[in-house]
């Protein structure tokens, strides 16, 4: 058997954040083995996203029997649909448990890309008011970084992957390097009018600032409208690891993609306290492979990462790899989600609303910024948007379940065709404190398809969540009512959404200064284990109410910037 | 760029085309959870009102040929229903859109309740076309056809619940089918290929 080459790096996970590691350590200069546990995505053939309605046989509606034997859990994903479901995991090889009174939705991804071809795309700084917030509050620990530490790698990474946004100055929402805004709607720009007017910079709304580009930029295409980005993006326009990433770690010629690669365990060498390689079974053949690499960088999402290290534990590490802390697994996140208010915007009748933009509106947080809250720490922000509703709007399909101009025959056609009225909406997307309670286990009962033990996931709402959830939906409502909007109804149930619902899991590696209370250092680096670096989203020691897939590529970006330096003065 | 130019052919799609700029667009803005009707409690709340009023399901035969559902006289009401909902006009209506077929299909992976439950809206709306016009609805005339949904249709109906139900919910598959068929995407909205998104470029609204 031929002598097994090592690799400088071994990378596991193709989202996001493996993306991101890849193509800083390739150029950087180093060899690179990426290992992804799904299958090779070609966007020619594997994209939907200019498919009609037509041309799939539910029309858009999923086979439901098929979705409820296959995936029960996905399919409660806005993005999961019959044009592109396969790009999520089938719940029946992937399965995960929880206890009976604690469901947790974990929607997931594997294949090359990951999540990142179905993500939200929504891209929004942190400010000191998130990153100071534990130590200021006494919560669970410190961050070990401030705002100033992650500036300069926001601005990295931001400028090679291009957001659209529009600079506001707003302290708690720090402006990036934004290509051209999107365009906003008549009902958005009359909002943001009226908001200006009574909160005085206090609220402000502004164009959702996303990963897609409004102009070229780095060889990819302009966004051109067609509206469904979860089901992919032939011309590139969205961020995504296929479009993006991907592409410049390969240009260097010191990248190796394996697809089909799911990781058993990482292999520990006890003698030199450092990672030798990673196991792997090969998700095909089901063959039983080794890697060998010096250094490992562990981008397989939240829970898949400290999966990995649960799994990995050994005499040294008997609790899982790198957690002599105790704290590995522990202080699940996600965001609260699901709750807001909409209405009709009257006096817009003469203006039609042509198009879909893929992109809504954001209102930064604004609770607990200048005065403190009387019944909770943390804050929301606002997503939603502003449209005409009815067929010819441009906006959405007919609703199965929504309600239909009157009658039947010719005039019913006819009406059909007219625009209806002008609706706004806002839903809040709320901060999770850290819960040692929240957390991720191994089953050691259940297996996945490849016999790898399966997650335990134990994570509910807490005091401060649920005093937060109570009045976003009614804040909504006050601030659409103060704006003008008419017939406003608020939406959401009495009780959150279960926690993944979200999609912003995060936490359950977190990083610190204290090596007793923390499993990452400041550079994602594991305080046990010195060739080991973590930088999705279970570094996070607190959520901000933020989508924070950007976090997770900026700090991925400094993490690798930081192992090659070491690598190269031989201290890893 | 040529390898994306390439693969838009590949796809049968023409890239001009599908920047062109018109003045129709359809779809769905994809943030927003598009069909909201179809929770598992409004469903289940349907079903138990039609079961406290009928409790056998009308026995259905064989499914008419290329159909999995409809046996060829149910496909026959549907067809005429859904033609009466959405007719011909200037543009085809809903049998030239075929939508009886589309919900065949959509019948076909629904959970079983949903499709007693519209089964039986079926046969109720026979034998209240029996007791009106002595003829199962099929063989009614179409200005009986169109009077009877004209009953079950209007808002202060007083018609039995199960046949109200049944005309919301075929009228809301008329609906999706039609507009989301070749058809009524493109003869009836004229969908022909994405347009910018310009938003607002109105003075007025100018913040």
Partial sequence: MAKTKTYDAIVIGSGITGGWAAKELTEKGLDVLLLEAGRNIDPGVDYSEHKLPYDVK???????????????????????????HFLFVNDKENPYTTPPDKPYLFLRGRQVGGRSIMWGRQVYRWSNLDFKANEREGIAIPWPISYEDIEPWYDYVESFIGISGMKENIPQLPD??????????????????VLMEKWKGERILTIGRCAIITREHNGRAPCHYCGPCEQGC??????????????????????????????????????????????VVDGVSQQEIEFKAKTVFLCASTLESTRILLNSHNSRYPNGLANSSGVLGHYLMDHLYGSGASGEYPGLEEYDDIGRRPNGIYIARFQNVRTKHPKYLRGYGFQGGSHRAGILGGFQLPSLGGSLQPGFGASFKEAMKKSGSWQMSLSGFGECLPHYENKVEINKNVVDKWGIPAMHITADWYENELAMYDEIRNVAAEMLESCGVKNVSTFGDRRPAPPGKGIHEMGTARMGNDPKTSVLNKWNQSHDIKNLFVTDGSCMVSSACQNPSITYMAL????????????????? | MPAME???????????????????????????PVFSGFSGESIFAQGQAVHNHLSTVPSNGSPAAGLTVFNPHQNETVTSICELIIPQTATPGAKAARVNEFIDVFLSSTIQQEKDQFLKGLDWIDRRSTELFQKPFAQASTAQQADLLTRISMEDSSEDSIGQIFFNRIKSLTVFGYYTSKVG????????????????????HQA
């Fill in chain 1, 234 to 279: 032939i011309t590139r326009s969205y961020f995504s690891t296929l479009s993006s990433t991907l592409p410049a770690a390969q240009a260097t010629g010191r990248l190796t993609l394996r697809p089909h690669s799911v990781v058993r365990h990482l292999i520990y060498d006890k003698d030199s306290n450092k990672l030798s390689g990673a196991h």
């Fill in chain 1, 556 to 572: 991925t970006a400094r993490a690798a910037n930081y192992a090659v330096e070491q690598m190269k003065k031989g201290e890893i």
């Fill in chain 1, 176 to 193: 990036g390097k934004f290509l051209p805004p999107m365009a906003l709607s008549c009902g958005e720009r009359l909002m943001r009018r």
């Fill in chain 1, 58 to 84: 539910f029309r858009g509606l999923t086979d439901r029997k098929f979705m409820d034997e296959n995936y029960p859990v996905q399919k409660q994903c806005y993005a999961c649909r019959e044009y592109n």
């Fill in chain 2, 6 to 32: 390439s693969q838009l052919e590949k796809r049968g799609i023409d890239r001009r085309q599908a920047l062109k700029n018109i003045s129709i667009v359809f779809g769905a803005v994809s943030s927003m």
């Fill in chain 2, 185 to 204: 995407l493109e003869e009836e909205l004229k969908f022909s290929g994405w347009v910018e998104y310009k938003g607002c470029t109105h003075p007025e």
